[in-house]
C-alpha cells in the first residue's frame, strides 16, 4: 500500500484536460506548461528530452509567428496613417476621379469615358441638380478601352455640381462605361474599407483619384 501510494504522489500531473486544442495556446501558457513538463521528466529517459526539444522548436515557431503577425499589422496601420496624410493634401484641390458628378466653375468642366467594349452609339447627358438637361453631346463607333474626353463649356451654367450620364450601345445592348469627373475634395477619412475621400457629399475611394488638378 506504501508503495503505490509514493507511486502515486511522484505520479506526472496533469496541467491540461485531455483532448484540449493546443492551437489555441497563448505563448505564454505554453511555456508554463513545457516548464512543467520539463520538472516532472526523467532527464535519462530519452524520449523526454526529444519531446522537450521538440516543444521548444514549437514555442519558438509561435513567438516567430506572432512577431510576423504583429509587424504585418503594424505596417498596415503604419501604411493606412500615411494614405491618410496624402489625402489630407487633396483638401481643397482639384481632381479627376471615377464618379458620375462633376464640377463646374465658370461655365466650363472636363469629363472622360471608358468603354468596356466598342459602341455604335454614345450619348452623353448632363443635368442640373434639378434634373433639367444642360447639355447633350452623341457619338457614333466608338472603340473600347480608350478614353475619350468631353468639354463643358457654357458660360450660362452657373458654378456647382452637374451630373452627367453615358449611355453605350452595340447592336442594341449596354457598353459598360467607366466615367472620369472633375471635382473638389472636401474632406478625407479613414473607414473599415480604406481611405476615402469626400466629394460632392460622396465617399470616394482613394484609388479612385485618377488625377490632381489639371
Known amino acids: ?21 493546443n492551437s489555441k495556446m497563448e505563448n505564454e501558457d505554453f511555456l508554463k506548461v513545457l516548464l512543467a513538463d520539463l520538472a516532472w521528466q526523467d532527464p535519462l529517459d530519452a524520449k523526454d528530452i526529444s519531446d522537450f526539444i521538440n516543444n521548444t522548436v514549437k514555442l519558438r515557431q509561435m513567438e ?3 512577431d510576423f503577425q504583429q509587424t504585418v499589422k503594424m505596417l498596415e496601420e503604419a501604411s493606412e496613417v500615411n494614405s491618410l496624410l496624402y489625402a489630407s493634401n487633396l483638401i481643397g484641390k482639384k481632381v479627376f476621379y471615377e ?14 469615358f471608358k468603354l468596356e467594349d466598342n459602341a455604335d452609339i454614345v450619348k452623353i447627358t448632363v443635368l442640373d441638380q434639378s434634373g433639367n438637361v444642360v447639355e447633350e453631346e452623341n457619338f457614333s463607333n466608338l ?15 452657373s458654378d ?51 488625377q490632381i488638378g489639371g
Do not use: C
Open 143 to 157: 472603340e473600347g478601352n480608350k478614353e475619350y474626353p468631353f468639354e463643358i463649356d457654357n458660360p450660362s451654367l
Open 99 to 112: 464618379g458620375i458628378y462633376t464640377y463646374i466653375e465658370n461655365g466650363k468642366s472636363k469629363v472622360k
Open 1 to 21: 500500500m506504501e508503495l503505490t501510494g509514493i507511486s502515486e504522489y511522484l505520479k506526472k500531473p496533469q496541467i491540461v484536460q485531455a483532448g484540449y486544442d
Open 64 to 66: 516567430v509567428l506572432n
Open 160 to 210: 456647382g455640381y452637374y451630373t452627367v450620364y453615358v449611355e453605350a450601345k452595340k447592336d442594341n445592348k449596354t457598353v459598360k462605361a467607366t466615367l472620369i469627373s472633375e471635382g473638389i475634395a472636401e474632406s478625407v477619412m479613414r473607414t473599415t474599407e480604406g481611405i476615402k475621400v469626400v466629394i460632392h457629399n460622396n465617399e470616394i475611394d482613394l484609388n479612385s483619384i485618377v
